[in-house]
Every structure is written in C-alpha cells, then in structure tokens.
T-cell receptor, first 114, second 117 residues
Framework: AQSVTQLGSHVSVSEGALVLLRCNYSSSVPPYLFWYVQYPNQGLQLLLKYTSAATLVKGINGFEAEFKKSETSFHLTKPSAHMSDAAEYFCAVTPSGGYQKVTFGTGTKLQVIP | DVKVTQSSRYLVKRTGEKVFLECVQDMDHENMFWYRQDPGLGLRLIYFSYDVKMKEKGDIPEGYSVSREKKERFSLILESASTNQTSMYLC????????????????FGPGTRLTVL
C-alpha cells in the first residue's frame, strides 16, 4: 500500500521569497515520486520526478525536490517565487518495478503575493 | 510533445442522463486513466486500462464504466448521471518504458468540468 500526505492545502508566499511545499509518503517498497503542477483550468503537468538515481532532483521553472528516505519526505522548493508560480501542486507516489497505480496527494494551492 | 485531448472542456447534463467523456492520446501509450478531481480530495482514480479492451477498477468505480476499443481512445461513461458526479474529470496516458517515458509518468488532458443538474 502507498499513500501521500501534503501538509497545507494553501500556502502563501511573497514574490521573491522561498517556496517550500511539503510532501511525505509511505510505501512498502522503494518508491518513485513525482511533483505535478496544475495551472487554472488546465490539466496536470509534470514538474519533476525521483526514480532512484540522484536524491536531489531538479525540475522545470527552477523547482527542485530532495528525496529523504529517513524522513520519508519529498519536499518541493524554489529559492525565489514568481507570480507565474501561482498554481496547485500535487505530489504523487508509485512503487518502483513494473506498472503500479499512482497515488496522488490532495494538493497544495500556492498563492504568490506581489 | 505528448498530447492528450478530451472531447469537452465544460459539460452540463441532467440527472439520469447517460454521459460519455472521450479521451484521445497521440503517443501510442499502452496505459490510460480516468480520474476525478474534487477540492480537498485531490485526484482519485476511477478506472484505468493497460491495453485495448482491458480495464481495471480504480478507487471509485461505482457509477462509472469505461470502454477502450482502440489504443488511442479511452471513454468514460456515466450510465445514469447523478448530482454527486459533478466534478472535474481528468484523463491521462502513460507507458511503463519507452525511450524517455518511464516510471509511470502520466500525461494529462486539460480536463472536463461536468455539472449534473
């Protein structure tokens, strides 16, 4: 069984401030982990993914995430928020090795204040 | 670029109507998925298909059925629409390993916002 917990359904940051969106997972086998972003009235778009290579993963638009096995975490960060980062972000987990169902978190809406 | 298209962006139906939501992908992906998205609940898997004419139930299949007659097309059917099926419906496709696309990465369509009155 697998699950994802995203702490904070809404996060507000000032433009230029650090963005930190939290994701904790549980998985009975080594996981693959993803962050997706959803802009208003659009589908989800892959931001970055962890697939058991480097633990620090860099994605699009300046975002990165670090896989920490000891903390079962995969938090998303960006050093400096931009107005265009306002969106909803979803963390997702799937077991490694063969096709398995992907489980999504409940999402975090990021508001960027000018 | 992978493209997943959905037949409608917005749909309004009446209770009891049969509703068809269509999804088409152009990357020859084996796997296709239907999710519903509700505020505070994230994405919940309704059904998925890993091959033509194959389907498996997801977490919330009740009140829904699916059809996959061709590899590129995956249809979601609401046999008798009810107000509690008012939601955003997202289709996705993916493949286990083909070139750079692996590890269950999914590609999403723009969504259909369905309102059942």
């Amino acid at each position: 069984a697998q699950s994802v917990t995203q702490l904070g359904s809404h996060v507000s940051v000032s433009e230029g401030a650090l963005v930190l969106l939290r994701c904790n997972y549980s998985s009975s086998v080594p996981p693959y982990l993803f962050w997706y972003v959803q802009y208003p009235n659009q589908g989800l778009q892959l931001l970055l993914k962890y697939t058991s290579a480097a633990t620090l993963v860099k994605g699009i638009n300046g975002f990165e995430a670090e896989f920490k096995k000891s903390e079962t975490s995969f938090h998303l960060t960006k050093p400096s928020a931009h107005m265009s980062d306002a969106a909803e972000y979803f963390c997702a987990v799937t077991p490694s090795g063969g096709y398995q169902k992907v489980t999504f978190g409940t999402g975090t809406k990021l508001q960027v204040i000018p | 670029d992978v493209k997943v298209t959905q037949s409608s962006r917005y749909l309004v139906k009446r209770t009891g109507e049969k509703v068809f939501l269509e999804c088409v992908q152009d990357m020859d992906h084996e796997n296709m998925f239907w999710y519903r998205q509700d505020p505070g609940l994230g994405l919940r898997l309704i059904y998925f298909s890993y091959d033509v004419k194959m389907k498996e139930k997801g977490d919330i299949p009740e009140g829904y059925s699916v059809s996959r007659e061709k590899k590129e097309r995956f249809s979601l059917i609401l046999e008798s629409a009810s107000t509690n099926q008012t939601s955003m419906y997202l289709c996705a496709s993916g493949t286990l390993s083909r070139g750079e696309i692996q590890y269950n990465e999914q590609f999403f369509g723009p969504g259909t916002r369905l309102t059942v009155l």
